[in-house]
């Protein structure tokens, strides 16, 4: 005789009609306040780019990501805009991952070519994040966690302050939102294909910043760990999908690339670049306001680029690391440094030098700085919260500040890197507050997860 061995696992109670009824009624009520605020948190963007930024050139990366797609929206492909604009002749680029300059293509190809219509797409890029944010905070936390959430991602500074830039922090806001969801999702109940919408949201946002590649062993990694209740043979298999998708995802952009540069080029040529640049006197002098940072006239020196970019990048990081090897005793200096500025926990004031070569003005830099301590109070309560609770795993939302961490200490410290942990940041705020008021206001929320049960065993 055998007997079959299954979990016990949280199962959703039955609901009456009448119960049904107030739960869908509560339910629409809930998604009529969603839009509110997410039509708040456009307002808000819409009114800080018309003050801003409307009608001005943009410059830097900016400048770089609207022109170029117009190009590609002529069927010009990556050409570099800064070759164009200082009569250099036509030269092929990859300096940035690919999407966000094929999401603004796909705007100028409708006939939205200007960088004020760029913009406006960012600011509808940044609602979107809005709308995810409220979702994944009443996944993990109920209703008024949602709210809350998303309340805070509407009009938290450091989101909606760099929608005017028409920067791909917008886009990848959003594609961070989505993965996280996508996560959640994969870890509540895993199959095939949330395994390959995760893998692909993954990959996805690499094309946007290449830092997000970190994303696989970083989040990928742990939540095959954490679904082994379906069988370690079942989970390891539905990691392999995910890893292949985005593979699939990114296999596109790469072969493109074998024909245009004399190197392999997987995502962007972007890293050597950024090592040159932020490893050299300046950043490496802590009495500097440059210190962690970067400076193109003083770590550039007398290099001469090559006309191929992926030439260009293993000269420029074969210098980096030169130099490097030869500072290794300032490391213990520069790392920990790096870390704390990019954080704001050394030096923030002078930081806001830095954030204006950003372009983010000062009394932004200040309103971000106070509502990132407090939001960071209510994180940390958030994150003890839910680990308590142990209906959700905290790991994914933690999992951002760890990328952020590592890009910073790798590269440089700048609050453009923090967008993954900022969207973090707000879900376990929210989760802090909407805890500390259930201890006073109680509220009849969402039931708990209901998890696929664990894989039959065998006995006897």
């Known amino acids: 005789m055998s007997a079959t061995a299954v979990s016990a696992e949280p199962v959703e109670p039955r609901t009456t009609r009448s119960g049904r009824r107030s739960e869908a009624e509560r339910s629409r009520h809930w998604w009529i306040a969603l839009g509110v605020i997410v039509a708040l948190g456009l307002g808000l963007r819409l009114l800080h780019l018309s003050q801003t930024k409307w009608g001005t050139v943009p410059a830097g990366d900016a400048y770089y990501y609207h022109v170029q797609a117009n190009f590609i929206a002529d069927g010009r492909g990556f050409i570099d805009p800064f070759s164009i604009k200082y009569h250099q002749g036509v030269r092929q680029v990859a300096t940035h991952p690919p999407l966000f300059s094929l999401v603004l293509a796909a705007i100028s190809w409708l006939g939205a070519r200007s960088a004020d219509a760029h913009r406006v797409a960012c600011c509808f890029m940044g609602a979107g994040t809005v709308l995810l944010v409220g979702i994944l905070g009443r996944k993990l936390g109920g209703r008024r966690a949602g709210l809350i959430a998303a309340a805070c991602a509407a009009f938290y500074p450091n989101l909606w302050g760099p929608d005017n830039q028409g920067l791909s922090e917008s886009l990848f806001g959003l594609l961070i939102a989505g993965t996280l969801l996508s996560a959640y999702s994969f870890w509540r109940r895993p199959n095939v294909w949330r395994a390959a919408g995760f893998g692909a949201l993954c990959m996805l946002c690499a094309l946007t910043r290449g830092e997000a590649i970190l994303l696989f062993p970083l989040l990928l990694v742990p939540l095959v760990f954490m679904i082994r209740r379906v069988g370690t043979r079942r989970a390891l298999g539905l990691g392999a999908v995910a890893l292949i998708v985005g593979a ?134 958030g994150a003890v919260l839910l680990r308590k609770r142990r209906t959700y795993p905290v790991w994914p939302l933690v999992s951002m500040f760890v990328l952020v961490s590592i890009t910073a200490v790798v590269f440089y410290a700048t609050f453009r890197f923090r967008i993954p942990a900022e969207v973090a940041l707000v879900v376990l705020a929210a989760l802090g507050i909407d805890g500390l008021l259930r201890r006073r206001w109680p509220v009849d929320d969402d039931p708990p997860p209901v998890l696929e049960p664990r894989t039959p065993a065998k006995l006897g």
């Open 248 to 381: 699939v995802v990114l296999a596109p952009w790469t072969i493109y690339n074998l024909g245009r540069f004399e190197n392999p080029v997987l995502i962007s040529t972007n890293d050597g670049q950024t090592f040159m640049y932020a490893n050299c006197d300046i950043t490496y002098e802590p009495s500097n306001v440059l210190f962690a940072y970067w400076s193109l006239s003083g770590c550039y020196g007398s290099y001469q680029a090559n006309p191929d970019e992926s030439v260009a990048d293993v000269d420029m990081r074969a210098i980096a690391w030169k130099y490097v090897s030869h500072h290794k005793r300032e490391l213990p200096t520069v790392l920990p440094g790096r870390f704390a500025r990019e954080w704001q926990l050394w030096a923030p004031i002078q930081g806001f030098k830095l954030e204006r070569v950003e372009g983010r003005a000062k009394s932004l830099s200040w309103m971000a700085l106070i509502s990132f301590y407090v939001l960071g109070i209510f994180a940390i309560v």
